[in-house]
């Protein structure tokens, strides 16, 4: 798979897989953590989210545009590591506030924001060598791949340390008994049926026994949970130590670009700052941030004024010949604002839906999916038929193959022979298959378009990111199925929903399916057609444009869990399916002008 490409791509792969593991660990546990520690309501929990992912994309800006004016990729990807790691760390420390922990997440976004774009432009400046420029979309796709495989890993190993936390303490898990412990050391439990439900479920995790003072369980449940929590940010600063040991100690193999730029024609023609453009910039962006703060607050006014700015600036900066290319990537990071902002309910309205209303226990087969080792066994069973029936491979493949095949298949079946009739499950688990599907599906899709290719059929990259908004909206449909006749929040009052309502965890595991897919029409296709239509002179900013508008949308995370105790559910799901809709439909109004662009 690496016959063809640098030394280099391996030790990005790996300083990747580091940092992704860490982030998303953040992603699969953040906002349960948020809530389990801190008794946050969820529009609360939501805000902290959106900020947080925000910045990891909005300080991806400052990382790039002092990586450019040094010309030190490698030393700013450097500090980017040892700063996360740092925000990890004090991410790991039990029993600190609220405040504390805001201080972390941004310590973590700003090294993240150093440290993503410029490995990113790292590994293209390997194949900017002629050596190996016929490789670099494989070169991506293996790179991405990293991203993924760490993702995989992640909430299993949040998950299990909490779970080994708990244990150690005497207790077992059940994600609904922090919020009534909140409630209970709040002295909002006042009703009798309510209070017998609360005393049930502690006498259930309690491994000493029938729990005789509420009180007192309540308070040790809460710390024991969330420190294990702080454990499992523990780890993910393990991760970044690996990463930063791989970097150090193998970073002479990445291209080195410190040296000066002699000028030249083709350099001379750069973006220069003139003083109108920016004047207009600040003027739009503090319109923005004042009108839209009455709508949807200061902080997501502030953001979007950002954006608002952003784009002004570009577009009194470009020049005549220019115009129609900006402005055309303008209209599709609008667009990508609104993928991102249904996307990205993965991790927190997603999260909240896999806690609150899918089933805490399944059966054997089931439960399969859910434990990390006997999900290894199911993807090596995959893996090793691939490799047995696939064309064109070489005999001893097919062997190894094979044998993958019978080990992996019957490990698989002694994990459901030997499962209980019933397996609890933990949602934060869940955040494992959008990676999982990633990385099992990035080749499939890449192989279908090459056949639609040899056709005369593929699509334009244009009408792939609207193909992609209309499975995006597929993949909510599927959850609004299941939440038809289900309970608002509201309606519940705080109490967990009983297991009669709840649902089966394939409805979730479907639904990242289908928004998997989607990320890869869309995504990838994103960078790829800003990549073809930024003019030579605005190619970096419209890269950072492309971050900005996905710091945007992330910011607009906080819809979900506004929205997420004040409407029934399947209002909550239509919301993100209409947003997807419209953006499709935006997108097919002006494919022609997108599709002349191009060329």
Not at 395 to 421: C, E, K, Q, S, W
Not at 546 to 569: I, R
Request: net charge positive.
């Amino acid at each position: 798979m690496l016959k063809n490409h640098p030394k280099g791509l391996l030790v990005a792969f790996f300083a990747n897989m580091g940092e992704r593991f860490g982030f998303y660990t953040m992603m699969a546990i953040l906002v349960l953590f948020l809530q389990a520690r801190y008794g946050l309501a969820a529009d609360k929990a939501g805000e902290i989210y959106s900020w947080f992912y925000f910045a990891i994309y909005a300080l991806a800006l400052v990382g790039g545009i002092l990586a450019d004016s040094t010309r030190k990729y490698k030393t700013v990807i450097l500090f980017g590591i040892i700063i996360m790691f740092a925000g990890y760390i004090l991410m790991a420390v039990p029993g600190m506030s609220l405040t504390f922990v805001v201080i972390a997440l941004f310590t973590i976004a700003f090294g993240n924001g150093l440290f993503k774009g410029n490995l990113q432009a790292v590994v293209g400046q390997m194949y900017d060598n002629p050596q190996y420029s016929k490789w670099r979309d494989t070169a991506y796709m293996i790179f991405y791949m990293g991203i993924n495989v760490g993702a995989f890993f992640a909430p299993y190993a949040a998950n299990g340390i909490r779970n080994w936390w708990l244990k150690t303490n005497g207790f077992m898990h059940d994600a609904s008994i922090p919020a009534l412990c909140h409630q209970f050391t709040g002295g909002q439990i006042t009703d009798p049926a309510k209070l017998q439900e609360f005393q049930t479920l502690a006498d259930k995790v309690n491994m000493a026994g029938p729990v005789t003072d509420l009180g007192a369980f309540a308070d040790s449940y809460l710390n024991v949970f969330s420190r294990g929590y702080n454990y499992a940010f523990g780890i993910a600063a393990v991760a970044m130590v690996i990463s930063l040991l791989v970097y150090v100690f193998f970073n002479k193999l990445l291209p080195n670009k410190e040296k000066p730029v002699k000028a030249t024609a083709e350099s001379a023609n750069t973006l220069e700052f003139e003083i109108m453009p920016l004047i207009y910039a600040a003027i739009a962006m503090g319109i923005f941030a004042f009108g839209l703060q009455f709508i949807v607050g200061w902080a997501s006014g502030l953001a979007f004024g950002l954006f608002a700015g952003f784009i002004t600036w570009i577009l009194t900066t470009a020049k005549k010949d220019e115009y129609a290319r900006v402005s055309s990537l303008i209209l599709v990071f609008i667009v990508v604002v609104f993928f991102w902002m249904s996307f990205h309910q993965n991790g927190l309205t997603l999260t909240l839906f896999a806690r609150d209303y899918t089933v805490k226990q399944v059966g054997p087969f089931t439960s399969l999916f859910f434990n990390l080792w006997s999900m290894l066994a199911v993807i090596g069973s995959i893996a090793g038929l691939v490799m047995l029936i696939r064309k064109n491979m070489e005999p001893v493949a097919r062997i190894i193959g094979g044998a993958l095949f019978v080990l992996a298949f019957v490990a698989a079946y002694i994990f459901v022979a030997r499962a209980d009739t019933m397996n609890s499950i933990e949602p934060e688990v869940f955040q494992s298959f959008n990676p999982l599907f990633i990385v099992a599906l990035t080749f499939p899709v890449m192989g279908v378009f090459a056949w639609l290719n040899k056709k005369n059929i593929e699509p334009s990259t244009p009408k792939k990111i609207g193909i992609g908004m209309l499975i995006a909206a597929v993949g909510f449909i599927v959850v609004l199925l299941s939440s038809v006749k289900l309970p608002s929040p509201a309606s519940l009052e705080g109490s967990p929903v009983a297991e009669i309502f709840r649902v089966s965890p394939y409805w979730l595991i479907s639904s990242y399916l289908i928004l998997t897919v989607a990320e890869l029409f869309l995504s990838p296709m994103g960078l790829s057609f800003v990549s073809k239509v930024a003019p030579s002179r605005f190619q970096g900013l419209m890269q950072a444009g492309w971050l900005l508008a996905t710091a945007v949308g992330n910011k607009l995370l906080f819809v979900g869990t506004k929205l997420w105790d004040k409407v029934e559910l399947w209002q909550l799901w239509t919301v993100f399916i209409v947003c997807c809709l419209l953006a499709a439909a935006f997108i097919f109004s002006i494919m022609k002008r997108l599709e002349n662009a191009t060329k």
